[in-house]
Nanobody
Framework: QVQVVESGGGLVQAGGSLRLSCAAS????????MGWFRQTPGKERAFVAAINWSSGSTHYADSVKGRFTISRDITKNTVHLQMNSLKPEDTAVYYCAVRATYGLSDNRHDYDYWGQGTPVTVSS
């Protein structure tokens, strides 16, 4: 059973930084990817960033390129999302997800396991 647990959300002022973490357990293969999505009330869950576990290759949404960095810690089966230069429009619940297939995707339907989400609020 794959479990995905996020942590690190909170309240920050515009221009500040936060680091989100996501621990995945129960994944039995190295041929998978992990991604971050975010959602605000009344809107669909939107892609933020993804990383291939084995190669470390990454993919970002245009809205976060140059500000957010996704990385992995293989020894801890953990993915991090470093968010810098935060803007009020980054306010959302952030979800971590596991795609049980090799390959980066920005489509939420390609992901198989999801965490419960962690809220991020950026005040102006």
């Amino acid at each position: 059973q794959v479990q995905v647990v996020e942590s690190g959300g909170g309240l920050v002022q515009a221009g500040g930084s936060l680091r989100l973490s996501c621990a995945a357990s129960g994944v039995t293969s190295s041929a998978f990817a992990m991604g971050w999505f975010r959602q605000t009330p009344g809107k669909e869950r939107a892609f933020v960033a993804a990383i291939n576990w084995s190669s470390g290759s990454t993919h970002y949404a245009d809205s976060v390129k140059g500000r957010f960095t996704i990385s992995r810690d293989i020894t801890k089966n953990t993915v991090h999302l470093q968010m810098n230069s935060l803007k009020p429009e980054d306010t959302a619940v952030y979800y971590c997800a596991v795609r049980a297939t090799y390959g980066l995707s920005d489509n939420r339907h390609d992901y198989d396991y999801w965490g419960q989400g962690t809220p991020v609020t950026v005040s102006s």
